[in-house]
């Protein structure tokens, strides 16, 4: 057997926590506490996606989640998403007004091209519109071309900014994809946060060469799409894990500081007739809890900004 070199474990990026300079790693638990508003303990931030998947989709590198699943041209998973845009929002939006919930909706910019009614409803009524790439089948992904993303992340952002009227500060990548450009890119394009990673329950700093982002805690494990269709979980089910999640984490909050209690949630799915009850026991549930503080994306992340 021969010995290794010793130059062989001396890794230039070998540090405490992480083995890179995105951000500095640190334990939940051991950070300082956050107060939401008025003494609550969980913020609650419902994030909509509102997303066009086009039939002619490339799959380029891979098949899109969610998007089209049979031959060209697929008009049943098409026509499914679009009942999203056409019809299921607005169960979604009596839904938000009736339990006083303030929604941030993330947009494709392609939808809002194509959908300029819809863009009017979320314009008039005034709640934080992020971006979520230009459409969901104009993916982000390692080994692209920079000048091709940086490109394609410029259309999508001047794009939903012109047309919602909005600044757009927020992200959510297609897919949650990204190269290793992409947060770079984003910052350099005035994004100042993002929330394709999934890997905590509190926003961090995130450093790229433009400057610092913020990541904001969207979670995956709570998705409507992630649990009902991946997981195969029934509706019934995801109301418990929402439910479950909202019971922890204000327990949590009264040792550790405030939570965040973020559900990404889809019209198309949530918003059929046989479903739109299931969203609505939640917002009940959730709403009526003594702790609970609903608000957009941006003012969460301004309430924790202030406390750093």
């Known amino acids: 057997m021969t010995n290794l070199d010793d130059s062989y474990l001396q890794y230039p990026e070998r540090s405490y926590g992480m083995d890179h300079g995105r951000y500095d790693w640190s334990m939940l638990v051991d950070r300082q506490p956050v107060a939401w508003p008025d003494g609550k303990r969980v913020a609650l931030w419902v994030n909509v996606g509102l997303q066009y998947f086009p039939l002619n989709q ?19 998973h098409y026509s499914l998403r679009d009942y999203g845009n056409r019809v299921g929002i607005f169960r979604f939006l009596d839904a938000f007004d009736r339990f006083g919930v303030t929604p941030t909706f993330a947009v494709n910019t392609r939808l809002a091209e194509r959908v300029p009614y819809l863009m009017d409803v979320l314009k008039e009524r005034g709640d934080e519109i992020l971006c979520h790439g230009y459409h969901m089948d104009a993916l982000h992904y390692g080994g692209q071309d920079a000048a091709e ?16 009227g909005q600044d757009v500060t927020g992200w959510i990548s297609p897919a949650r994809s990204e190269s290793a450009n992409t947060p770079d890119l984003l910052a350099a394009n005035g ?12 926003p961090y700093g995130f450093r790229t060469e433009h400057g610092e982002l913020t990541a904001m805690p969207l979670s995956l494990e709570l998705e409507d799409r992630f649990v009902i269709v991946n997981n195969g979980h029934a509706e019934d089910s995801w109301v418990d894990q929402v439910c479950d999640a909202c019971d922890f984490l204000l327990a ?17 799915l949530l918003g059929q007739p046989h479903r739109i009850g299931k969203l609505e026991r939640v917002l009940e549930y959730v709403t009526a809890q003594d702790g609970v503080w609903s608000a957009s994306a941006s003012e969460i992340l301004t309430r924790w900004r202030d406390q750093q």
């Open 149 to 164: 993303e940086a490109a394609l992340i410029e259309r999508a952002l001047d794009g939903l900014r012109a047309l919602s």
């Open 58 to 76: 490339e799959g380029k590198p891979f098949k899109v989640p969610g998007g089209m699943t049979m031959p060209y041209p697929d008009l049943r």
């Open 191 to 202: 994004v100042e946060y993002f929330c394709d990673w999934v890997n905590d329950d509190m």
């Open 252 to 268: 949590e909050a009264d040792e550790q500081g405030g939570r965040i209690l973020s559900l990404n949630i889809h019209p198309w």
